[in-house]
């Protein structure tokens, strides 16, 4: 059964980009919103993952979980996705210094 899916990325390459638009329509810049099987989901998400070279990106899909949706993400990431007792939260690296000495993120 087809379901909404939400893709957004950072930096990948255009054919990349290209490549999305024919399953998923790009409400904004490398933001992509649409309603596709599971199959085809998961095979949009293995060319992404392939290709996505130095760039970023987070697919947000339907689950069978407490908040309703899962979450995966390919790429270098300031934020990484952690599960907390089955409840998914967003854990954000600390930036160092240096000197090796925490920093505040903005």
């Known amino acids: 059964m087809a379901s909404l899916t ?5 930096a ?3 054919h990349l980009r290209g490549a999305l638009t024919r399953w998923l329509l790009e409400v904004t810049p490398q933001l992509y919103v ?3 099987s599971a199959r085809v989901r998961d095979e ?5 993952s392939n290709c996505i070279a130095d760039g970023v990106a987070v697919l947000v899909c339907p689950a069978a979980n407490e908040q309703g949706f ?4 390919a790429g ?3 934020r990484q996705p952690i599960d907390f007792d089955g409840l998914l939260l967003i854990a954000q690296a600390r930036a160092t210094t240096p000197e ?3 920093v505040a993120n903005s």
């Open 6 to 10: 939400v893709l957004s990325m950072t």
């Open 76 to 78: 270098a990431h300031r």
């Open 34 to 36: 649409g309603t596709i």
């Open 70 to 73: 899962a979450l995966r993400t």
């Open 12 to 14: 990948v390459p255009d």
């Open 44 to 48: 949009l998400w293995s060319t992404v």
């Open 100 to 102: 090796g000495q925490e």
